[in-house]
T-cell receptor, first 116, second 112 residues
Framework: NAGVTQTPKFQVLKTGQSMTLQCAQD?????MSWYRQDPGMGLRLIHY???????DQGEVPNGYNVSRSTTEDFPLRLLSAAPSQTSVYFC???????????????FGPGTRLTVT | RKEVEQDPGPFNVPEGATVAFNCTYS??????FFWYRQDCRKEPKLLMS???SGNEDGRFTAQLNRASQYISLLIRDSKLSDSATYLC?????????????FGQGTTLQVKP
């Protein structure tokens, strides 16, 4: 099992550009999520999905879109990059336990994004 | 008030010391709790889950106090390799699905 994979590992964008961060998992996990991590702020939830075709917003969803067309993939789209989106982005997946929410999460290695 | 709060530290301790971290959470309906470990510039990895009254795994003990809404992590006989950031994570109930909310992390530096 590759676990959770993310691409690219590093990316530099200019303000206003758009791009998609890719995330894939091969553990057949229902629950997937995207976080951003900034110094002194910890990990903040951007969007999450409890299964294919179902997504919901986290704490900081503005400026980001997600879709979940398959169980395996959960891409994160930056619509118009801004310097405030400079961060490290982590994708995570876990098996779900229904109403009680996700089990422990497995993280990808992260994407380091710089917006100039 | 943040939903999950931790003392950011850093905690600087000598090898062999016992160190404890606390974490408070605001949502009394929270159902499950975790401690993750994150090394510098790496992804977080699960250290321990904390269910019911707490649990122990080798040198690590996690405890939950629902009445006071906090969880703790105790590390005994600290090793140099324990140096990392420890993240408190709480499952918040929202619209019949759970969201994992992370604290900002507590940094531990174990010195020889």
């Amino acid at each position: 099992n590759a676990g959770v994979t993310q691409t690219p590992k590093f990316q530099v964008l200019k303000t206003g550009q758009s791009m998609t961060l890719q995330c894939a998992q091969d553990m057949n996990h229902e629950y997937m999520s995207w976080y951003r991590q900034d110094p002194g702020m910890g990990l903040r939830l951007i969007h999450y999905s409890v299964g294919a075709g179902i997504t919901d917003q986290g704490e900081v969803p503005n400026g980001y879109n997600v879709s979940r067309s398959t169980t395996e993939d959960f891409p994160l789209r930056l619509l118009s990059a801004a310097p405030s989106q400079t961060s490290v982005y982590f994708c995570a997946s876990s098996s779900s336990r229904g109403l009680a929410g996700p089990y422990e999460q497995y993280f990808g290695p992260g994407t380091r994004l710089t917006v100039t | 008030r943040k939903e999950v709060e931790q003392d950011p530290g850093p905690f600087n301790v000598p090898e062999g010391a016992t160190v404890a971290f606390n974490c408070t959470y605001s949502n009394s309906a929270s159902q499950s709790f975790f401690w993750y470990r994150q090394d510098c510039r790496k992804e977080p990895k699960l250290l321990m889950s904390v269910y019911s009254s707490g649990n122990e795994d080798g040198r690590f003990t996690a405890q939950l106090n629902r009445a006071s809404q906090y969880i703790s992590l105790l590390i005994r006989d600290s090793k140099l390799s324990d140096s990392a950031t420890y993240l408190c994570v709480v499952n918040m109930r929202s619209s019949n699905t759970g969201k994992l909310i992370f604290g900002q992390g507590t940094t531990l530096q174990v010195k020889p």
